[in-house]
């Protein structure tokens, strides 16, 4: 009996978490989906007494009332803002100012999603918005309501347009910082945009075996009470009995919920550790400032405040107050940027080829191990989901069956 009332206590205290958490992230998901919106079309209009859709920046606009919430945000991708980016570049070598510049090209190649204006570096503002989805993409569960929104920051096209983001907030940033041309930081960023989003799209095809077999073998404990079920066995009713029945249930699903963890968790460890700066991003950022006559310690130190990295911002203080270069990049021997940039600080050797050459391979590097590390996946997932699926495969489907079959006489203790 006190079994039985543990495992109701368990059961329900874990189901009024996980709908405070579901709660929780909806209203994130709703709080952060007002800071974009979309223009009033011409059936907007007309059904202006059923639906509310505001024009105003930074607003959350429905289609219709009885409509699917639909994000904006969905509109954009990596190819997209990498034309964008060519555009609003084209409009500042023109004499554009910057903010008239984005939102002329904002509202040709995007002209669905409200711009509401850049922030005090020159970065539009939907996208400063996007790269806070970042901290709550990935706890978003897919049961919600507003899971358009939920589906797109966790899918390839949404990671992609996140790290876009965030090498454009970084662009515009550095060009204020150092002086540099925005144009010009623009054009050498404009390559690499979608290099985000070839990367997920890699990873994502070759993990897709890893997942699949994952999700088979998650329910292969269930698929096991099924089959007792159908053989008389009455899992269900042992479940709660208070007796065997019951050690089985917490047994079996102790072990279904740590295999479940830990999948996750060893699919998060596949993805790599995000770096605070992408190296190609940074190979790019300096040949872009370099070219504009801006000396190497500045470039980093600058680099190192728009990416918010902080370790790289103070070796390139140190580089300007004469630390030695080894002394200096002690802590980051193997960056890459450090090996691009060393034959220019050591032998005065132009480094805009150098750093061209090292960006391109990065990401050429960076495709092929996405491949390899998800394809790995599957092997890194056999061992210990098996060590807790099966235990959990026994007590919930085949213990249901030798306890019913002990009951009946069939099968004796001696």
């Not at 209203?27 to 859709?53: C, E, Q």
């Not at 997942?211 to 698929?223: G, H, Q």
Request: hydrophobic share 45%; proline share 4%.
């Amino acid at each position: 009996m006190i079994s039985l009332v543990a495992c109701c206590v368990a059961v329900t205290t874990w189901i009024l978490l996980e709908y405070a958490q579901v709660r929780h992230e909806k209203n994130l998901v709703k709080a952060w989906g007002k800071t974009v919106g979309i223009k009033k079309s011409s059936h907007d209009r007309d059904n202006a007494g059923r639906s509310s859709v505001s024009s105003v920046p930074g607003s959350l606009a429905r289609r219709h009332r009885t409509a699917p919430w639909r994000s904006p945000l969905t509109q954009l991708d990596g190819a997209r803002l990498a034309l964008l980016v060519a555009d609003v570049a084209g409009r500042l070598r023109g004499g554009a100012p910057t903010g008239v510049a984005w939102e002329t090209s904002w509202k040709r190649f995007i002209p669905d999603v409200v711009f509401a204006g850049i922030d005090e570096v020159g970065t539009p503002l939907v996208l400063t918005d996007i790269i806070g989805l970042k901290s709550i993409g990935h706890r978003i569960p897919r049961s919600l309501k507003e899971a358009s929104l939920g589906r797109w920051i966790r899918s390839v096209q949404g990671s992609g347009v996140i790290h876009a983001s965030k090498a454009l907030d970084s662009a515009c940033r550095l060009s204020g910082a150092t002086g540099a041309p925005l144009a010009h930081i623009l054009d050498a960023v404009a390559d690499g945009l979608e290099d985000a989003e070839a990367v997920e799209e890699a990873r994502r095809i070759a993990s897709e075996g890893s997942r699949m077999s994952t999700r088979i073998l998650l329910a292969m404990p269930l698929m096991g009470v099924i089959a007792a079920q159908a053989l008389g066995a009455e899992p269900l009713k042992q479940f709660v009995s208070g007796g065997i029945g019951t050690v089985l249930a917490i047994v079996g699903l102790t072990c279904m919920v740590g295999a479940y963890f830990l999948s996750h968790y060893l699919m998060g460890r596949a993805r790599g550790k995000e770096e605070p700066i992408d190296p190609a991003l940074a190979c790019d950022l300096a040949r872009a400032v370099l070219e504009s006559g801006a000396a190497i310690p500045s470039v980093i130190e600058s680099l190192g405040e728009a990416t918010r990295d902080d370790q790289l911002a103070r070796i390139g203080r140190e580089l300007r107050l004469g630390v030695s270069w080894e002394r200096a990049w002690e802590e980051r021997a193997a960056d890459q940027l450090a090996l691009a940039l060393h034959s220019a600080w050591v032998d005065g050797i132009a480094p805009d080829d150098l750093l061209s050459r090292t960006a391109r391979q990065i990401r050429a590097r960076r495709l092929a191990e996405a491949r390899t590390r998800a394809e790995a996946l599957g092997v890194t997932l056999v061992i210990p989901l098996g060590s807790l699926l099966l235990p959990a495969f026994l007590a919930l489907g085949l213990g249901p069956i030798v306890v019913h079959l002990m009951g009946d006489g069939i099968i004796g203790l001696g």
